[in-house]
């Protein structure tokens, strides 16, 4: 009987072994994508890419991935304005089964007109989302699962909502303590900031599970 399931072991083992290495064989190419037509809002939507998004110097939306025939981006610009941007899984089961591909192919780089986007939403799954200097009129919605949410001097006219799990949310918001309404909630974790604060002309929604909270205010 040991030497059967021994024997089963080995097969279960060796037929993994080439699912994995089957799971590997991508080709990722990089891609730039360019839009120079008027954009209101921003949504990205990926699982196991970081994400950082910045300011463009020319006013036009660029975008920085890279693509295979099995995992690429779907982007498209809508009539009304809005830009989506998705990652597609185009896999058998077995392609699931080994290692994910390279540090340098899981990055998208997303530069957007300063000021001129209404909204910004973006969530991604196993690493992190960056916003860099960057203003907008309305809105900014950043979630991760499994990575960390980092804002650096972003400004939003009305509302930011940041959520980490198995993260850390941190960073410097454009504006003072004042200029905010605050609701904060975290498990297994510390933070700077108060589970309620009332007041200001923009609210703040943190939601942080399994990580730290440390978001700075300034003028």
């Known amino acids: 009987m040991k030497k059967l399931t021994a024997f089963l072991c080995a097969v279960a083992g060796a037929a993994l072994a080439v699912f994995a ?17 008027e954009v209101v809002s921003v949504a990205i939507d990926v ?3 970081q994400v950082d998004i ?5 006013g036009g939306v660029h975008i920085y ?9 779907d982007i498209a610009a809508s ?41 910004l939403t973006a969530s991604t799954t196993n690493e992190d989302i960056k916003v860099s200097s960057l203003s907008l009129a309305d809105s ?21 909502s940041l959520a980490a799990k198995n993260g850390n949310i941190t960073g410097t918001l454009v504006g003072g303590w004042d200029d905010y309404s605050i609701t904060c909630t975290i498990k297994k974790g510390d933070s700077n900031l108060p589970e309620s604060k009332e007041g ?20």
Request: glycine share 8%; hydrophobic share 30%; aromatic share 8%.
């Open 21 to 37: 290495g089957c799971a590997q064989e991508q080709t990722f190419t990089q891609k730039t994508y360019d839009y120079d037509g």
């Open 200 to 219: 200001g002309s923009k609210s703040l929604a943190v939601d942080c599970n399994n990580g730290d909270v440390n978001i700075q205010f300034a003028q």
């Open 54 to 58: 910045s300011a463009s110097e020319d």
């Open 47 to 49: 699982t196991d890419r």
């Open 79 to 119: 009539d009304d304005d809005k830009l989506t941007v998705s990652l597609v899984l185009d896999k058998e089961w077995t392609d699931f089964i080994g290692t994910k591909p390279s540090v340098e192919y899981r990055k998208i780089a997303v530069e957007v007109p300063d000021g001129a986007i209404v909204s």
């Open 140 to 160: 900014v919605t950043l979630s991760s699962n499994g990575g960390n949410v980092v804002c650096e001097s972003v400004n939003a006219g009305k509302s930011l």
């Open 65 to 73: 991935y890279y693509d295979s025939e099995k995992e690429y981006l």
